[in-house]
């Protein structure tokens, strides 16, 4: 579009500068140039359109200057037009082609899953948190026993790029998993609430490796509802990475969510309880400052889990079968012997008979058969 545009603008400045005669003729080109380069040098710095028609304003400048000052020493101005417009439709068709056709490479695609995996670090880090900040001082851990800790690290400097694929994948026709209009904003809102809590994981990180003394009173009576609280966000994270990638309902997560916050609130009951008076303060500050980044963690947890839950509701993901038997398979009613085999294959079912005070004698007959409790595999 941007060629196509330029090339008209340019044959009209031509014409208009040469009905002026020869002398005004490259006057009024170098200003013709020098205008519009300065008006879409101008609209480059707009942030909305230099995050999506960067590209397009400088083809334009490059084709209208290009066009108008060749047109100024070649007469076949129409015939350069139609040879530029033509070369870029030829090598924008062949491009398209290629890589929708050929050699398919999705940005959508591409974002989807850097936005899974970047959680899934984020889940990986709190998980081990606990055990590595309270564990004893002399168990001793190589390098790669701790990459898990580094791995959330490339979530601060994930901005750019996703961005970026955000942008391309607005511009991509429907495409296997993903249809027209997909929710692509709302993976930028998901991927900035992530990056917010890698901040946060950025400081807890500083405590592991700091020499700073922390009493081993607070640290025994705080390491129950720490661990269970960066565990139980990890968890969480983790089943939003993994409900990210298979593109189904995040429902998993809200249990790990629900522990966490009961942790933080007995943390902070614990906090509160003024069982701190007879130690020292600045031994007491490390541990109060790791159970309050703990707590914002936990609360920016939740917020990635309504945010993944905004984007399973707009990009309609699926839901997830469920893992138990239905009610009516536990009412006592007969089943046959073939669906009795489908779904013991999988489950223990309990089946209580009981006779009850209505039964007719023949039921009664058989009442002591019916008493018993039976275990089906």
Not at 237 to 255: G, R, T, Y
């Amino acid at each position: 579009m941007a060629t196509l545009l330029a090339s008209a603008l340019a044959v009209g400045a031509h014409h208009l500068a040469n009905l002026s005669g020869r002398r005004v003729e490259p006057i009024l080109l170098g200003s013709f140039v020098f205008l519009q380069a300065t008006i879409s040098t101008f609209l480059r710095f707009f942030p909305k359109l230099k995050a999506r028609y960067d590209y397009g304003l400088l083809v334009f400048i490059l084709t209208f200057s290009l066009i108008s000052v060749s047109g100024f020493r070649d007469d076949e101005i129409l015939e350069l037009a139609y040879k530029r417009v033509s070369t870029i439709m030829i090598g924008g068709c062949a491009c398209v082609v290629i890589s929708i056709v050929i050699c398919p490479v999705w940005a959508g695609e591409d974002l989807h899953n850097l936005i899974a995996l970047d959680i899934e670090k984020l889940g990986n880090f709190l998980e081990g948190f606990g055990d590595e900040y309270f564990k004893s001082t002399g168990e001793a851990e190589t390098k790669d026993d701790k990459k898990y800790l580094e791995g959330y690290k490339s979530v601060l400097d994930s901005k750019t790029s996703e961005e970026s694929l955000a942008n391309f994948a607005a511009w991509e026709p429907g495409h296997g998993r993903f249809q027209f209009r997909h929710p692509w904003k709302q993976y930028l809102k998901v991927a900035t609430l992530a990056r917010e809590c890698a901040c946060r994981i950025e400081s807890l990180n500083g405590y592991l490796n700091a020499d700073i003394q922390v009493s081993s009173e607070v640290r025994s009576r705080t390491q129950e509802a720490c661990t269970n609280m960066s565990i139980e966000s990890g968890k969480a994270l983790k089943e939003l990475s993994f409900a990210i990638k298979k593109m189904v309902q995040p429902s998993s997560a809200d249990s790990h969510i629900e522990n966490a916050k009961s942790a933080a609130k007995n943390l902070k009951s614990l906090l509160k309880s003024g069982l701190w008076e007879d130690i020292d303060v600045l031994k007491v500050i490390p541990g109060i400052t790791v159970a309050s980044i703990l707590d914002e963690v936990v609360k920016f947890t939740e917020n990635i889990a309504e945010s993944v839950h905004e984007l399973a509701s707009k990009a309609q993901f699926k839901s997830v079968e469920p893992t138990v038997l239905p009610e009516k398979l536990h009412s006592g009613q007969p089943q046959n012997s073939k669906s009795t085999q489908m779904v013991n294959r999988f489950h223990f079912v309990v089946n209580v008979r009981e006779s009850t005070m209505a039964a007719t004698p023949r039921e009664n007959s058989s009442a002591p058969k019916a008493n018993k409790h039976n275990m089906e595999v």
